[in-house]
């Protein structure tokens, strides 16, 4: 067994010095095997006086340098040969660019696992079967996705019932379509089904559907919400995490207690998901750190800055470091689960990339 393996069996909310370790470890053979077999990696590592044989410590993981996102945005990074790929995820993007991850199989079982993991800890998995409501993509059109790849992932942690998916390829109009009247007898025949229900995706789309048509059902005590994506194109409608929870609360009777967000990158992969305080935690499989954004040092905990990510699970796609234009701070929480928090301050700059949460949102608009 590796140290990504080790790591991964590990518990991803225990920050014990040994825990702390197997990271350090597993990062370490992730960084090595990029170093070895990605070009661009290694002249940017020497260049900046950087080899993964200087890990040592836990600080030293401060060290490491960032890779620009926009880099993976306009170039194919791979560290395997492109016929050794089980899976391309995608977040489309303005001016045909795009955001993308290269899974191989080895990778995509990572992924998948470390996913698992992290709910089963939150306390998010279950052997009971529920009804799903997906505000994305239906992935069997929209495979390449990631927002239709995570939710179709997320729907694995318990028992399925009937799963429904609220943004269909219209063949007509050769296009994506929210289907809204399908999305309101789907809300009534969960109503009165004996299986819970779980909702997932894109917050806006929710909120607005419910506004719109004035839904008030009681899914039951047993449901839950899982939002992701946030309220992109829709910020002069956010309303704040803790009046939005109330609404739901309220309209579909899924608890408060019930109701999670989801933060995820398509070049980092790893799910920060909400505890049942509303705050995103950081588990032992990732390490962010905060840069000034005029010369990248390090912020202390705290302070914003540009958010770099590390994380050591994916040996195809040379993005162990990233280095984002967005904006956060490293927080903490008082819930039973400890460690730190990642508190998000929004985009950097004036200008802004439209991933595929803003895509979707669009489809609002038309309907």
């Known amino acids: 067994m590796n140290a990504t393996d080790k790591l991964l069996e590990s518990n991803p909310f225990e920050f014990s010095e040994v825990s702390k370790k197997l990271f350090l470890e597993s990062f370490k053979e992730n960084a090595l095997n990029h170093y070895e077999k990605h070009e661009f990696t290694k002249k940017l590592w020497d260049k900046l006086h950087f080899h993964p044989s200087d890990l040592k410590t836990e600080k030293d993981l401060e060290a490491v340098p960032g890779t620009m996102v926009h880099l993976y945005k306009e170039h194919e990074f791979l560290s395997v040969p492109k016929k050794d790929l089980a899976l391309i995820l995608t977040s489309s993007g303005t001016g045909g660019q795009k955001s993308q991850q290269f899974l191989d199989l080895q990778s995509l079982n990572n992924v ?23 505000f994305t993509y239906d992935p069997k059109v929209a495979n390449d996705l990631g927002t239709a790849f995570t939710d179709e992932l997320l729907t694995n942690f318990t028992g399925k019932k009937e799963v429904y998916y609220a943004i269909q390829w219209n063949e007509d109009e050769k296009q994506f379509a929210l289907n809204e009247k399908g999305v309101l007898e789907a809300l009534n025949r969960f109503a009165s089904s004996p299986y819970s229900t779980r909702i997932l995706g894109f917050p806006a789309f929710l909120y607005e559907i419910i506004e719109k048509h004035n839904i008030q059902l009681n899914l039951g ?11 992109k194109g829709k910020s002069d409608k956010e309303i704040p995490k803790r009046e939005f929870r109330k609404f739901i609360e309220n309209r579909l009777g899924i608890p408060e207690r019930n109701q999670r967000d989801l933060f995820g990158m398509v070049e980092h992969g790893i799910p920060y998901v909400d505890c049942e305080e509303g705050n995103l935690h950081i588990p032992n499989y990732a390490r962010v750190f905060v840069r000034s954004p005029y010369d990248l040092s390090l912020r202390p905990k705290g302070e914003r800055g540009l958010l770099h990510f590390l994380c050591s699970y994916n040996f195809s796609y040379p993005a162990p470091s990233l280095l984002t234009t967005d904006y956060g701070r490293v927080g903490s929480c008082r819930c039973r689960i400890g460690g730190d928090t990642l508190i998000l301050e929004g985009r950097a700059g004036v200008s802004k990339h439209k991933g595929c949460a803003l895509k979707a949102l669009e489809l609002l608009e038309r309907t």
């Open 112 to 134: 998948k696992k470390l996913a698992l993991r992290i709910h089963q800890e939150l306390g998010m998995a279950s052997s009971k079967e529920y009804n799903y409501l997906c």
């Open 221 to 231: 005590e047993d449901s839950w919400l899982q939002t992701g994506g946030g309220w």
